[in-house]
């Protein structure tokens, strides 16, 4: 059985208190789906489950069913489910869908991931029972972001570098070349097809958002090379770390029957995903291991592929990752490099946690498009060292297949 992914479509993402901080996750999704539903024509119409990626849902003005609640704005009368597995909640919800569609289950779902970081309320645990006397502290859950028990993520990333031989000048330039890349791929119009510009109020006024907010390629290595280490880490700045984002992304799978029924588009067939675990510490190299796992079952390398995104949780991720798929082989990790996040990555386009993973697939999908086919592997790692990796081929005249 193939399966194919006929929408896909995002918003742009948002600087942290940026151009999308005031405008409700809720419609940040439903902006999202409604984009690709309608890019997939009649296959738009044809819904049969709805998987929602989210991480923090207190952000939510009703922290509870959000893919419900996406679904019901949507006209969308069917069943949805909601997960968390950190970063990699969108591509776990496309990997549930796929399980879902092999299983016979279904024969199509739209996959969502939402994320607003502006709206992450503080907390207070002391609240519901009152306070009686005495100061009352609120805990702020994005800064740093972590878990009881264990490194903010920031260190655990550092650290992974340090243990791959990974040295902060290389990522404070593999940082500033996402920014570069996005710089050209922006000028290039090569996001003009997966971003879904969105009407939002800011500051009183309706602006028109067409555009990540989050690069700075008018930067430099000298600017980020000065900023400090944070939260104990050793090498992890604000330079080498994307921000905390606003965004949504959505795509529309179903079976290549289904396809053909409703006369709905192609964009790539969804050949494959997995998703692995490591030791807690592990977020850097994990990505490497979704990924071996992935093409492993395939008979692949990651040589083989034309394509490969490796989401930017810190410029660490996609620099460890690689030098793992290489084999700690200098050459083979330049030559990986090259075809690794080829438009930019979350460094520069921003990291609304809950989003990225679908962000990543989607922009590899058009960019296999444009260079006329071929297949690639996107993968992400999420809190407490988790992965997920999806393999893709696009049909066409180019790449390897």
């Known amino acids: 059985m193939r399966i194919i992914v006929s929408g896909a479509k995002r918003t742009p993402f948002g600087r942290y208190q940026g151009v999308l901080s005031e405008t409700e996750p809720l419609d940040l999704a439903v902006h999202a789906a409604r984009a690709a539903l309608e890019a ?15 991480c923090i849902p207190g952000a939510f003005e009703a922290a509870s069913v959000t893919g419900r ?19 990699c ?6 990997r549930l869908a796929l399980w879902g569609i092999r299983l016979g289950e279904i024969r199509s779902a739209l996959v969502i991931g939402v994320e607003a970081m502006s709206r992450v309320p503080h907390l207070s645990r002391q609240l519901r029972a009152g306070v009686r006397i005495g100061e009352v502290k609120l805990v702020d859950p994005i800064f740093p972001i972590t878990y009881p028990g264990y490194n903010p993520v920031a260190v655990d990333a550092s650290d992974g570098a340090e243990k791959h031989g990974v040295s902060k000048h290389m990522l404070d330039a593999f940082a500033m070349g996402s920014h570069l890349k996005w710089a050209a791929a922006a000028r290039a119009g090569r996001f003009a097809d997966e971003i879904a510009p969105i009407r939002v109020r800011r500051e009183r006024k309706e602006v028109l958002a067409s555009e990540d907010e989050q690069p700075r390629p008018d930067g430099s290595m000298a600017r980020i090379a000065m900023l400090p280490a944070v939260f104990g880490s050793k090498t992890t700045t604000a330079g080498n770390a994307p921000g905390l984002n606003d965004g949504a992304a959505a795509v529309l799978v179903m079976t290549e029957e289904r396809a053909r029924e409703v006369g709905a588009p192609v964009l790539a067939e969804l050949i494959d995903q997995a998703g692995v675990t490591d030791a807690p510490h592990g977020i850097a190299w994990v990505p490497a291991l979704a990924i071996r796992k992935l093409l492993g079952r395939h008979g692949l390398r990651a040589d083989e592929m034309d394509l490969i995104e490796i989401n930017e949780a810190f410029a660490a991720m996609p620099l460890v990752s690689t030098k793992i798929l290489a084999e700690n082989d200098e050459e083979r990790w330049l030559r990986l490099l090259e075809r690794t996040n080829v438009n930019g990555g979350a460094v520069a386009i921003g990291h609304p946690v809950g989003a990225s993973g679908l962000r990543i697939l989607m922009t590899m999908i058009y960019e296999l498009r444009r260079r006329g086919g071929g297949r690639g592997v996107c993968a992400i790692c999420g809190g407490l060292t988790q992965g997920e990796a999806a393999l893709v081929r696009v049909a066409g005249e180019g790449g390897a297949r």
């Open 40 to 54: 997939a024509g009649e296959g738009g119409r044809t819904v049969d489950q709805i998987f929602v990626g989210n």
């Open 69 to 87: 609640q996406i679904g019901l704005r949507l006209g969308l009368d069917v069943f949805a489910t909601t997960i968390d597995t950190a970063c």
């Open 89 to 94: 909640s969108p591509l776990t919800a496309l």
